[in-house]
């Protein structure tokens, strides 16, 4: 897929650029290793169910199985509450104890909650496979002189997360304090509230950053409110999903249907609550963006 500029850059001073994450920076796709990754933190939840809560098992294969029952229940009473207010993170502590009473187990404490809710996650490291050309793109707009920030919507964050974007490389290009994340700041996209954390650690404007991201609810229509210039990177996901959707030939060249779809995609899944999404430049590759912008504040 060719980029397609929706509107040029002409006239703009882009001085910094956001990115997403998830399906941005980052793919989960191919990773072989998930199921040993998911084993660690079953031990972890078992751990703390046999030394905080006085659980005991004939085996350690049975307690470890009530801990991927408990990972399991929670991510529906995660995603309930998360409808209920689309661009705020929830307080995760009272979920964890609605889950655990669901379960029949003995009521805990908001600390053991906390506790229970921090061993399901799955660490970056491993779990994350940077794209092919990322680092080669982020080192070149970094000598080219851009800012670089981060926005993602993650109900994880804290030190553990830092820890391992720090240990996959990224913190070559991103300052933690330019890291803003759902998780720590209780906001999500698309609010403005959370583009601004990175805008004001960057020092810039919104006018003169750009925002890049796979999701049009979060990532363009945040930018579009901000008056950002807005990439849109579609998944390789998304993609494929248009292309089954539509295999005629002449369907599978059409970024104008890949976007129409996924607009329309949009409206359903959040009953027309946003407004519509309006990238300015679609990319399918990170690298694509060394082609529009040449050197910071000079477009």
């Not at 800012?147 to 993650?154: A, Q």
């Not at 950053?209 to 796979?214: F, K, Q, S």
């Not at 129409?260 to 995609?265: K, L, V």
Request: net charge negative; glycine share 6%; aromatic share 10%.
């Amino acid at each position: 897929m060719k980029p397609h500029i929706v509107t040029p850059l002409r006239g703009r001073m882009i001085r910094a650029l956001l990115f997403d994450l998830g399906s941005t920076l980052w793919t989960y796709e191919k990773l072989s290793d998930w199921e040993m990754l998911e084993q660690e933190t079953n031990l972890a939840i078992s751990a703390t169910l046999r030394h905080e809560l006085g659980f005991i098992t004939g085996t350690d294969a049975e307690l470890q199985g009530l801990s991927r029952e408990f990972r399991m229940a929670l991510v529906p009473h995660i995603r309930a509450h998360m409808r209920k207010d689309v661009e705020r993170e929830p307080d995760f502590v009272p979920i964890v104890q609605e889950t655990c009473m669901e379960l029949g187990w003995p009521a805990v404490s908001p600390e053991i909650a906390f506790t229970l809710f921090q061993h399901t996650q799955i660490p970056v490291e491993g779990s994350r496979l940077l794209f092919a050309d990322a680092m080669e793109t982020l080192t070149e707009l970094q000598a080219r002189g851009f800012l670089l920030g981060v926005v993602t919507d993650r109900i994880w964050g804290g030190p553990p997360f830092l820890a391992g974007m720090d240990k996959m490389g990224l913190f070559k290009f991103f300052a933690p304090e330019t890291i803003a994340i759902s998780a720590d700041l209780g906001i999500r996209k698309p609010n403005a509230t959370i583009f601004h954390y990175a805008l004001e650690a960057l020092q810039v404007n919104a006018e003169e950053a750009l925002m890049v991201g796979d999701s049009l609810r979060a990532d363009v229509v945040g930018a579009n409110r901000l008056k950002m210039y807005a990439v849109w990177k579609p998944s390789p996901r998304a993609i494929r999903t248009f292309r089954e959707t539509f295999p005629e030939p002449q369907e599978l060249l059409s970024v104008d249907g890949l976007l129409s779809y996924h607009q329309d995609q949009m409206q359903k899944r959040y009953n027309g609550l946003y407004e519509t999404a309006q990238p300015d430049l679609i990319i399918e590759h990170l690298h694509d963006l060394l082609t529009f912008l040449p050197k910071a504040g000079q477009q």
